[in-house]
């Protein structure tokens, strides 16, 4: 008994830590790209930019060192495995005759949350990674002096004008000049003149007026060319111009759809703790994994794959996210009751869901929740009883235990996504201060493509073992 809590203990632990440093993570990373898009103070920005990093990075280590504690990193299936073994063990006791549908079970809203947590975050993460390589994190050196010194808005008149060019792709302000102007100075001082680099609809000439940006306190301190629209936001402090800010914002709340979608089609929005009016249920008994590439190690991305459920009516496709190569093989055989969402697409309508939820509820009291198709659940329905016309079982005498090995992914994660993070995390940070243009696009493609491989790191599943040599 003493060995069985001691192997039982680390998956409890790291399905905890996985929560909440997911959690703090994905806070961290909606902090950081807020921060960027929207603070207008450089240097404090700066400082809760790094702060939250920080906290991203700290999230990477305590996963490392549960990992590290626990002995190592444990195969994908040997987590799956443990957590059918725990729900076996936990059921061991007198036998009965038959065994009943319960009327509650564990909610799948954990595995909601966390698949709506997944795509939400990824997206900011690269989102975010593009924003920061885009973004300027502090005012040009020029316009920094100038600010600090009272700047304001004014026309000068443009004395000399050299180096007119105009620019190969046809934009509103089509020409570009090097030009002298005399800047606008207080009453009785002397006149200061300044060079500045224009952008105009139409070639400058001598005597022209030229808006600029200047500190009538200190015009020593020269001008910046420019007008509010091209100049406003790294007056303001902020990292880019308004329209590249709600682009990436629009980016950002267009993943948040994309979540909601993935939840739908993955779990439902039904938390499915509770078997109602609603509902139907079955017996049946699982027998194998099916679809493109189940049971293979490598060549599929398991999106494909079901669970095969033999019921007196059929067969059932039952999917759920286990992975390619199904339940432990423990698992095959076993009787079971699956119970569905009976009314959720029952109107057949274009805008009707092609899933509904659904849950199996194995006699060892294992829960697996999952969605099958509408069209099979209508096949099922004359076959399938009401919950509510079921004798419900006495949840004292039949404890259940939800199979969501997933919530334990401290366990299984790849270490060398953890490394991966590291990079991505120091990438960000050192985009937060202003380094040359070349160093800046390295850091945010290294920082991106980081951000991809980590996530291909955790979604992989164990490789194939090396078979030895004869």
Request: with cysteine; glycine share 10%; hydrophobic share 45%.
């Amino acid at each position: 008994m003493m060995h069985a809590e001691v192997t039982r203990t680390p998956f409890k632990v790291s399905s905890k830590i996985g929560a909440w440093c997911a959690g703090l993570g994905l806070m961290a990373a909606m902090s950081v790209l807020g921060l960027w898009l929207f603070g207008t103070a450089p240097e404090l920005r700066r400082q809760l930019v790094l702060v939250s990093l920080g906290c991203v990075l700290v999230c990477v280590v305590v996963v490392a060192l549960n990992q590290r504690s626990s002995g190592g990193r444990r195969p994908f299936r040997e987590v799956a495995a443990a957590a059918c073994t725990e729900a076996a063990d936990e059921e061991k006791g007198p036998a009965t005759e038959s065994v009943s549908v319960p009327r509650t079970i564990p909610s799948r809203r954990g595995q909601q949350l966390r698949a709506f947590a997944w795509v939400i975050g990824n997206a900011t993460v690269l989102v975010g990674v593009f924003a920061l390589a885009v973004g300027a994190p502090q005012r040009p050196e020029r316009v920094e002096r100038i600010h600090s010194a009272g700047a304001e808005f004014g026309f000068a008149r443009a004395e000399k004008v050299s180096d007119v060019r105009r620019k190969s792709s046809r934009g509103k302000d089509p020409y570009t000049a090097t030009v002298v102007v005399q800047l606008p100075a207080k009453s009785g001082g002397e006149p200061v003149s300044a060079t500045v680099k224009a952008t105009t609809k139409q070639p400058l000439r001598p005597g022209d007026p030229v808006e600029v940006l200047y500190a009538p306190a200190q015009p020593q301190l020269g001008a910046v060319a420019g007008d509010e629209r091209s100049l406003g936001w790294e007056l303001r402090g902020e990292t880019m111009p308004a329209y590249m800010r709600w682009f990436f914002f629009a980016a950002w709340l267009l993943s948040c759809f994309a979540a909601v979608s993935h939840v739908s089609t993955r779990h439902g929005f039904r938390s499915y703790s509770r078997l109602g009016k609603r509902d139907k249920a079955m017996r049946g008994h699982y027998t194998r994994v099916g679809g493109p590439g189940a049971g293979a190690e490598q060549g599929s991305s398991g999106k494909d794959i079901y669970l095969e459920i033999g019921t007196d009516a059929g067969w059932v496709h039952f999917r759920t996210n286990v992975g390619k190569r199904g339940l432990p093989e423990a698992m095959e055989g076993q009787q079971l009751w699956l119970c569905w969402d009976a009314h959720r697409g029952a109107r057949g309508s274009r805008i009707s869901p092609n899933r509904t939820p659904a849950v199996l509820v194995f006699d060892t009291g294992l829960v697996v929740h999952g969605m099958v198709s509408v069209d099979e659940a209508r096949s099922l329905n004359d076959s399938g009883v009401s919950v509510e016309k079921l004798r419900p079982a006495l949840l004292e005498d039949r404890p259940l235990r939800l199979f969501d090995f997933r919530s334990q992914w401290p366990l299984f994660v790849e270490p060398l996504a953890l490394q991966t993070c590291v990079v991505v995390v120091a990438c960000a940070a050192l985009l937060t201060f202003d380094v040359g243009t070349g160093w800046r696009w390295a850091a945010g493609i290294v920082g991106f493509l980081g951000a991809f491989a980590a996530s291909g790191a955790y979604l992989s599943e164990d490789p194939p073992a090396k078979r030895a040599a004869p």
